[in-house]
């Protein structure tokens, strides 16, 4: 069997549409149907090099997805032929199968455990979740990457409760379900910092009670002068040093939390002030909000369900496949929230 998929073939180039050959599945292997990826910022520093070098090109892309079960390998009991199925890099319950190698004209092409640039795509049993009833799949996108991360940072990660001040930089996918984690957990302040003026209306939708922009004066004071003794949390989804040196200053003594959720390019490095963690507060990272997607899965997709975010960023902009290379570029220069690539499958409701 043959799909279609975007490959990364070069570093800093468009990707190419290409026909694959698809090999057979091995033990704990699933072929799934994609009906729509998510694009995010992981692949834009991907295909840009700045990860720094990349061994595997030529290599399949994309990490969230939603599609429906065509085959199972041998052990796979997790999902069934037919299911419909979140796509997600963070690991679950299942098989941990490594990559899947494919074929482009008898050259071989690497995949991980899952990608999702493409229209059919071998993926590990554990990368996978049953699709929770009454989820619109074009949102459910958002549960395989943006989603668990974004509200995991601030449910997992910072363990947000009612009344605690929280601040979110950076109002891209996993910026905004931030919020809508937070204002659902009854955090109050919940305050929006972005660049972008169009984000931060994402971000009053969702719910944020303040929307900061760094263009506006020195955030430090901006926010000192909401929440005088520092904030609760800070999460920090923007891959930026400076904000991630910054965030440190903001957020109160004795428990104040910054979560690093952004990533940065390959050689950056940050430096902390050492009295800063002297004085209690807790510099954290995550890893995709440190979800446990069999655990977590069905009260995100409630808070996803909570409609917040369609009223934002889903609305942005949906591509076909073969303007992938646009979707990235417009993802990279703010021009969208969260690029949903619709691979023109129809998943019917079972
Ligand atoms: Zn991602």
Known sequence: MKTEAALLVELNAPLQLVEIGIPALKSGQVLVEISHSGVCHTQILEARGRRGPDPF???????????????????????????QVILGWIKGVGADVPGTV?????????????????????????????L?????????????????????????TAEARTGQSFAV????????????????????PVIAIDRNPERLKFAAAAGASHMLNPADGDLAKLIKALV??????????????????????????????????GNAPADATFRVDPRQLNQG???????GGDSLPDRDMARYAELLKAGVIQSGLLKAKAYPLHEINQALDDLEQGKVGRPIIDMGLRLTKA
């Open 57 to 83: 090109v030529p290599h399949c892309l994309g990490h969230e997805g939603v599609g429906r079960v065509l085959e199972t390998g041998e052990g796979v009991s997790k999902v069934r032929v037919g299911d």
């Open 102 to 130: 494919y074929d482009w004209q008898g050259r071989k092409v690497n995949a991980g455990g899952v990608t999702t640039f493409q229209r059919h795509a071998v993926v590990s049993e554990n990368r996978l979740v049953s």
């Open 132 to 156: 929770p009833d009454g989820v619109d799949p074009h949102a459910a996108v958002l549960l395989g990457c943006a989603a668990p991360t974004g509200f995991g940072a601030v449910l997992n």
């Open 169 to 188: 930089v950076g109002i891209g996918g996993v910026g905004l379900c931030a919020i809508v984690a937070a204002v659902a957990e009854g955090c109050a």
């Open 228 to 261: 005088p003794g520092g904030l609760d949390a800070v999460i920090e989804a923007t891959g930026s040093v400076a904000v991630m040196e910054s965030a440190l200053e903001w957020v109160r003594p004795r428990g104040g939390r910054v979560v690093v959720v």
């Open 281 to 287: 507060k807790r510099l954290l990272g995550c890893w």
